[in-house]
């Protein structure tokens, strides 16, 4: 069957941004040309390069009470080894990995909830993995490997705890004593929450009391999953006498050169950060910078030389999406209105804090005003525990994942209570206070109804749960949905500050822009790059007359700015247009003076300037700038996003999936994704994300799932063998849809489209296996065993009914 | 097996390689095509051939480079991504597969060179695949970005492309 129609159509045409090209490097990446932290540090492009190897816990919970290491300072090829009693790293006091985010601060002050449960090589490791104890610089990854092998360790054995209802209990032990001596319960960030009540709006009480019904779900995400991309963390360290240079993938360099600063003490002019390409990043670097940079660095200092640290493929699985449980009371009436929402959030953080809190708190807030707006009473508890579990961090898509496997089915609970149909409720109570006609958000219904007439709503879903045809005597199939709003545009971008681009148009006419940022395949070179052609129409600029450099150097290019999301694509997009303003002026101003007139009775058009009173009267830009003084004209132009609230706008993620009701897989048979993102950067690029962004999703859902040995915990598949991603043979298909309806603020308005091009996608299978055969599972992911479970609970309960 | 000396062809070129001085007995062969040939569009990632990123044609067939030893490799001709370039059929294929629905065939690019030659593989032995032996040759690696849809309509484009200009030759 052939494939509807669904080429993207541009709400205000354009020559570049928002069509159908090739990314501006896909010829380098499909040549294998361009280059990763391992690339551009081999070792024979920095001779006398060692190896560092930091000891990974091998128990959940223990402390190490006495070390011997000589053995492996006596092994050949081992340059330094530094412990975790060193009298130089104690004095560095904690540090944090809680979402440092975009947010660059010195470590003394805040702008978001920062937790302070680190330091560099503990002595007391709080998961098995923890990078703690000891680490050595050798002058093969060999030899260092081996060096850790030597160290003689004892431990003292504490007892472990791993899940937040064993958390919570009296005698639990405790996991942070230095952050809270007498629980597990992480401190809320705001002082002044009392009884762990974060958020009220309306009154609850009085929701429920005037309430039809009450439905009540409880939905855990998380735990499971983890980035899974194919480079891994790293840096290499020189510190040399006066000056630290660092190789790093981390996705922001000058992140990273703060970090440095902070635990080195050696100014910010002598610290350099290089990055450039990254082998994705789905979420792994918003948390800040990790223990490992400080711990080479001194490794580094020691040893004279340079100091790799590269993370293995074991290493790699150093978070997972944070583990969250949402149980929601919903007051609703017989008209298919939520009129509260009473809920308690909950948070297993792991062995350190990762964003997990925000995912309780924070996010959950935001969500009310960003999509549940029509609903006007909420009350919200939130909790966030320690355990010895891998560290919950996060994963693109950060809590809004979560949040929409626990939000969205309520809607479906409504529905079968009622009768009305699921995309009516909807319509009834998402939505924000914008882009509102008669009670109907306008971006939400276009995704619906655009994603509706995809899948083919109308004909292929059940009318009753379960209710389809049997297929070949034992599979079922189902159709389903989740909405959610998509995220980020300026306004959620206030933390960023001032960002930086530059133009240098060359006497060639030929351009190079700076736009750093590390190329993480979010595309934000490429939207960069097409908006400077948009913006210089009137110097006939193509894309490919533009050359963007791929390395962000915090000694010689502008400030680098992190890849989250894909908003990178429009904030550089919304600065270039603005840059192009000055370019204009500046060539003006300097021909004005070559033709003695003012800048004001100038303009320019084809490449040429001319005089408005006299077209004739012209100069080509190009002869100008080779024929006068052959020197670039460069502008250098600094943007604040807007202020101002403009909403967000929606997307909406129907799935068809078919079940095996003798062995009980789940396959999705075909996706329709439809993403309101107000402003198409890049058409290819973005569909390109609503493509991709499935791969993660569905794997999330169906495939991925870590797997522990509870008796000592450890992780027993953190391996890409046996921790299931996607492949080609395991992909749907998917069909996107790029609408332009919400408009935002700046010269284009856009909002991101790279992490939300799945938050809706497990709502929606769990939504379709609901359809499919009347089993809602709870519990993220989706397996066999559960969907086993759930037909028998239903056969068990037909059975009792007499059916 | 023990060698002290190994013959390459590597992009054409020859090489002779002593154990020793050039490689360890216990290399693999990724590592002496990146830190000795400063071949980087080889690129590592499991190192347990699970994700196909280091994917190499020698003598015409897809080898995962991380899983083979050098001297395993010794007398074979081998081709990295660095031997192709951009008039390459499959290379244009995964370039110019940018259309309405497709895509694109890489987003952060480093499993690229890997599905690349991979292709290669695959339209050496059959280059009219159908969908199914797409996905199927396909299947060894990992994509974390996702765009299997667009590297599956690539590796498509690059058939169509190789069987015209076959099909082109035969007419003449
Ligand atoms: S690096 Fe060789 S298969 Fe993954
Ligand atoms: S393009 Fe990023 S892993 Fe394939």
Same mark, same amino acid.
């Given at each position: ?93 904690? =540090? ?444 006939? =600029? ?21 890849? =989250? ?122 569909? $390109? ?13 169906? =495939? ?52 939300? $091009? ?46 | ?16 390689? %002593? ?17 000795? %040939? !400063? ?17 190499? %044609?020698?003598? !015409? ?22 031997? %192709? ?13 940018? !259309?309405? @629905? ?37 299947? @060894? ?8 849809? @667009? ?16 099909? !082109?030759?035969?007419?003449?």
């Amino acid at each position: 069957m052939s494939k509807p129609d669904t080429t993207f159509i541009q709400r205000e045409g354009k020559n570049y941004l928002g069509t159908y090209r090739p990314k501006i490097d896909a010829k380098d990446k499909a040549l294998g040309k361009v280059q990763y932290l391992d690339d551009i540090t081999l070792k024979g492009k920095l001779p006398g390069m060692l190896y560092c190897k930091i000891l990974n816990s091998p128990y959940a919970h223990a402390k190490i009470v006495k070390m011997d290491t000589s053995k492996a300072e006596a092994l050949p090829g081992v340059h330094a080894v530094i412990r975790c009693d060193d009298p130089e790293l104690r004095a560095l006091g904690r =540090t944090t990995h809680a979402w440092t985010d975009i947010a660059i601060t010195p470590k003394e002050s805040d702008t978001i909830d920062r937790f302070w449960d680190r330091v560099f090589l503990p002595s007391r490791a709080l998961w098995a993995g923890d990078q703690m104890g000891v680490a050595v610089a050798a002058e093969t990854p060999e030899i260092a490997e081996e060096a850790i092998k030597l160290v003689d360790i004892k431990w003292e054995m504490l007892p472990p705890v791993y899940e937040m209802d064993d958390a919570k209990k009296p005698d639990a032990p405790i996991v942070h004593t230095e952050m809270n001596p007498n629980s597990n319960q992480l401190k809320h960030g705001d002082d002044s929450v009392v009884d762990d009540l974060v958020f009220e709006r309306g009154d609850i009480d009085k929701a429920m009391e005037d309430a039809d019904y009450i439905i009540e779900v409880e939905k855990t995400f998380g735990g499971t999953s983890t980035h899974g991309t194919l480079e891994y963390r790293g840096c290499v360290i020189q510190w040399g006498e006066d000056k630290i240079d660092v190789w790093t993938n981390h996705y922001m360099a000058d992140q990273t050169r703060m970090f440095i600063h902070d635990y080195t003490g050696v100014p910010l002019n002598r610290v350099r950060v290089r990055n450039g390409n990254s082998g994705a990043h789905m979420g792994k670097w918003n948390t800040g910078e990790d223990t490992f940079y400080i711990i080479t660095a001194y490794l580094s200092k020691r040893a004279g030389r340079p100091v790799k640290y590269m993370m293995n493929n074991h290493e790699e699985f150093h978070e997972t999406r944070s583990e969250n449980r949402y149980k929601i009371k919903a007051a609703c009436t017989k008209d298919g209105r939520v009129l509260g929402f009473d809920a308690i959030a909950e948070g297993n953080t792991g062995a350190y804090v990762g964003g997990c809190d925000h995912n309780v708190e924070f996010i959950v807030q935001e969500t009310f005003d960003r999509i549940y707006y029509p609903i006007k009473n909420v009350r919200l508890h939130a909790y966030t525990w320690f355990t010895n579990k891998i560290p919950g961090g996060v994963v693109r898509g950060i809590g809004n994942v979560q949040l929409s496997w626990a939000f969205n089915p309520i809607f479906q609970r409504l529905s079968d209570l009622t009768g009305i149909d699921l995309l009516e409720i909807i319509r009834i109570n998402c939505g924000n206070n914008f882009n509102q006609i008669g009670g109907l958000n306008t971006s939400l219904d276009r995704v619906l109804t655009e994603g509706a007439r995809l899948i083919d709503w109308d004909k292929k879903r059940n009318k009753t749960p379960g209710g389809g045809e049997l297929i070949d005597g034992y599979k079922k199939r189902g159709v389903g949905v989740g909405v959610w709003n998509q995220w980020h545009a300026e306004l959620n971008e206030l933390t960023r500050g001032y960002y930086e681009v530059s133009i240098r148009l060359n006497p060639d006419m030929s351009i190079i822009i700076q736009a750093p940022t590390s190329e993480t395949g979010a595309g934000g070179n490429s939207a960069a790059v097409f908006a400077c052609a948009e913006n210089l129409a009137f110097l006939n =600029t193509k894309p490919e007359d533009i050359l963007w450099t791929p390395l962000c150097d915090t000694e010689l290019t502008l400030r680098d700015n992190a890849p =989250t999301d894909s908003v990178i694509s429009f904030l550089y997009a919304e600065a270039m247009a603005e840059a192009a303003v000055k370019l204009k002026a500046e060539i003006l101003r300097r021909v004005a003076e070559y033709m003695e007139k003012e800048p004001e009775e100038l303009d320019i058009e084809n490449a040429y300037v001319f005089e408005k009173a006299d077209p004739e009267n012209r100069i080509e830009v190009g002869w100008f700038m080779l024929h006068t003084d052959c020197v670039p004209i460069h502008i250098h132009h600094a943007r604040h996003n807007v202020n101002e609230n403009a909403g967000l706008p929606y997307g909406a993620w129907f799935v068809e999936v078919e079940v095996d009701t003798e062995i009980g897989t789940v396959e999705v048979l075909d996706m329709a994704v439809v993403n309101d993102v107000g402003c198409v950067m890049h058409a290819s690029g973005a569909e $390109s994300q609503q493509l991709g962004g499935q791969a993660l999703g569905i794997g999330e859902i169906l =495939t991925e799932e870590m797997q522990y040995d509870w008796e000592t915990g450890t992780p027993l598949n953190n391996n890409y063998i046996d921790y299931k991603m996607l492949t080609m043979a395991d992909f749907p298909s998917v069909t996107p849809l790029l609408i332009e309806e919400w408009q935002g603020l700046g010269r284009y308005g856009a909002a991101g489209i790279a992490e939300g $091009s799945f938050c809706g996608t497990g709502a929606a299978i769990a939504n379709a296996v609901y359809n499919a055969i009347g089993v809602e599972i709870d519990k993220q992911p989706i397996t066999p065993k559960k969907i086993l479970a759930g037909l028998a609970k239903i056969r068990e309960n037909d059975r009792k009914e007499g059916k | 097996m023990k060698k002290d000396k190994v013959r390459l062809t590597v992009n054409g070129r020859s090489y002779e390689f %002593l154990s020793g001085r050039d490689f360890e007995p216990g290399d693999t062969l990724s590592k002496l095509l990146r830190e000795r %040939l !400063g071949l980087t569009g080889v690129r590592v990632s499991c190192e347990q051939g699970a994700c196909g990123a280091c994917t190499i %044609l020698m003598d !015409g067939k897809s080898v995962l480079s991380c899983m083979t030893l050098v001297i395993e490799a010794d007398g074979s001709e081998i081709l990295t991504i660095e031997g %192709l370039n951009g008039k390459d059929p499959v290379v244009d294929a995964f370039v110019n597969t940018y !259309g309405p @629905g497709e895509g694109t065939a890489m987003q952060c690019g480093f499993c690229t060179p890997g599905f690349v030659l991979e292709t290669h593989a695959l339209l050496n032995e059959n280059p009219n695949p159908s969908d199914e032996e797409i996905t199927e040759a396909l299947s @060894g690696h990992i994509c974390r970005c996702g765009c299997y849809h @667009g590297i599956h309509t690539a590796v498509k484009k690059a058939a169509d492309h190789i069987c015209s200009c076959e099909g !082109g030759e035969q007419n003449e």
